[in-house]
């Protein structure tokens, strides 16, 4: 006499679900929103944070120990990285989209981020959105800090 499961009501030996034709592709519907030159033009700002990082002192923030966890960036820490990176590409890159991507890099919130920041990092990053963006005139801000 065969046991029956008393939810599905069927017996033990009986599958309940058959796998059939599973696809694990992306459905057409889905898109990447960001354009591709966009996407390339992070991507090299990513690469070369990655690889400035590797070659600093900052190369501990990278280093993952045997329990699978890395070192978190303190207050101090966040401002010193930025400022290093900051000296090496900010002639190549802009300091908004070195920016974000640092951020993305240490998986840091950018509102902490910024605020880590010393003043002349953070007022050079509100020039360089207000030539962008004339928000400082819209706001009728005259000065930063």
């Known amino acids: 006499m065969a046991k029956n499961d008393k939810i599905f009501n069927n017996n033990f ?9 599973i696809s694990f592709d992306l459905d057409p519907s889905v898109k990447n929103n960001q354009d ?42 966040i401002n010193e990285v930025y400022g290093y990176i900051i000296d ?3 002639a190549k890159f802009s300091r908004i989209d070195i920016f974000s991507e640092m ?17 002349v990092y953070k007022e050079d990053l509100i020039q360089e959105l207000d030539l962008r963006t004339g928000i400082l005139e819209k706001k009728n801000i005259k000065k930063l800090f």
């Open 13 to 21: 030996d009986t599958p309940e679900f058959e796998l059939g034709n």
């Open 36 to 77: 591709e030159e966009d996407r390339i033009h992070f991507d090299m700002i990513a690469r070369k944070i990655h690889e400035l990082i590797g070659l600093s002192r900052f190369k501990v923030f990278n280093e993952v120990d045997e329990l699978g966890k890395c070192n978190k960036l303190r207050k101090n820490d």
């Open 88 to 90: 090496e590409i900010a």
């Open 103 to 119: 951020c993305v890099y240490f998986d840091i919130k950018p509102v902490k981020f910024y605020s880590s920041l010393s003043n």
